[in-house]
């Protein structure tokens, strides 16, 4: 029998998948490994358009998001999830043999768009605390064997949960004017002052990535955006899909970024900050836990005295959380999404009776 898997794209062969939450799986009852928001909203949905094919940038989708972060709709692309928007800046920018920069540990869809669509890939390094300076990535721009187009960096940052300092950013923008500086912003919802888009308006060369996931309650539909100078838009509209925003993503999305909508959200935000608050207070109290990550985002990163040991017996118990233990510098880290308050009362009793407390 024929090998099909030889009739791939050599580079295909080679790609290791981002494992997702989902991908990874697990069985059980309480899920804290994904980020998500605890619960969403009730929508209404209207079916009797769907014999039809929607618009490309579903209007009152775009103006929303281009009202809710003060730009022009001409500066807004909405795409599926942000993940959707990594790979189209990717594809977009980079010719054969030029690539990006990431600081790892970072998100790990920037690689793996990049393997996928044949862009290189260079490293900032981090410092000891895990931040992140303009001078390293600088120094990996212009140490690249290859020309650096795009430079992706999360901010709140996951899974470090940091943020990237306003003056560092603004030094890379003005000493790179050719290189696209990608802010993504998946998790600013969790500290909105942070937001890097009034930037926007002095730079061009700012890219800012938003998302419906995490804040707004609402992963299942994927819906993400990306926010521009106008001619990057542009550039990215000539790539994307044609139909890229289905008609009940559009419906939903609609009245998410209604001004309704987005007061639910704020609330939503306010209760879970009480709650990141006060797990990472009872985590502190534990002596299994060495260390408590500062969280801008709607998750923590623990350290653990042995975080492969705590991840398996929380695995038993029907607790799915996200480990660490592989990337770099984090040993014995577990991330824990910050649910409801029933789900982490539940991680706090499994733990304690784990360490005897």
Do not use: W
């Not at 004017?177 to 993504?184: K, R």
């Not at 937001?195 to 539909?221: Q, Y």
């Not at 608050?277 to 534990?286: I, M, P, R």
């Amino acid at each position: 029998m024929v090998d099909l898997t030889k009739l791939a794209c050599e580079h295909v062969q080679k790609l290791e998948p981002y494992m997702s939450a989902r991908r990874i799986g697990g069985h059980g009852h309480t899920f804290l490994n994904a980020n998500e928001s605890p619960k969403s909203e009730f929508y209404i949905f209207n079916s009797t358009t769907l014999n039809r094919y929607p618009d490309t940038q579903p209007f009152e989708v775009t103006q929303g998001m281009a009202d809710y972060t003060g730009l022009a709709r001409d500066q807004v692309l909405a795409s599926r999830g942000s993940d959707e928007a990594i790979s189209l800046l990717i594809r977009t920018f980079c010719e054969n043999g030029e690539g990006i920069v990431i600081a790892p540990p970072t998100y790990g869809m920037y690689e793996i768009a990049a393997n996928t669509n044949r862009a290189q890939v260079a490293y900032a390094k981090r410092e000891d605390d895990f931040s992140l300076k303009a001078a390293a990535i600088a120094k990996a721009i212009k140490e690249a064997p290859f020309t650096v187009k795009l430079v992706f960096i999360d901010s709140p940052a996951n899974p470090l949960g940091n943020m990237f300092c306003h003056e560092e950013l603004k030094t890379l923008l003005k000493e790179f004017e050719n290189v696209l500086f990608v802010l993504d912003e998946a998790y600013i919802e969790y500290d909105p002052s942070a937001t890097t888009v009034p930037l926007m308006k002095d730079f061009s060369n700012l890219v800012v990535l938003r998302t419906l996931s995490k804040a707004f309650g609402l992963a299942g539909i994927r819906c993400g955006f990306t926010l521009a100078h106008a001619d990057v838009i542009a550039m990215m509209a000539k790539v994307i899909d044609p139909y890229p925003i289905p008609d009940p993503v559009a419906q939903i999305a609609r009245q998410a970024l209604a001004h309704g909508g987005i007061d639910l959200m704020r609330e939503r935000v306010t209760k879970c900050l009480e709650l990141r608050n006060s797990l990472k207070e009872n985590l502190l109290k534990l002596s299994c836990v060495k260390k408590v990550f500062e969280s801008h985002a709607n998750f923590l990163l623990v350290e653990f005295e042995d975080g492969p040991k705590v991840f398996e017996h929380m695995l038993q118990k029907g607790i799915i959380l996200r480990s660490f233990e592989t990337k770099p510098g984090l040993k014995n880290t577990i991330r824990i999404t910050v649910g409801t308050p029933e789900e982490l009362d539940e991680v706090m009793r499994v733990l304690t009776a784990l360490t005897g407390q």
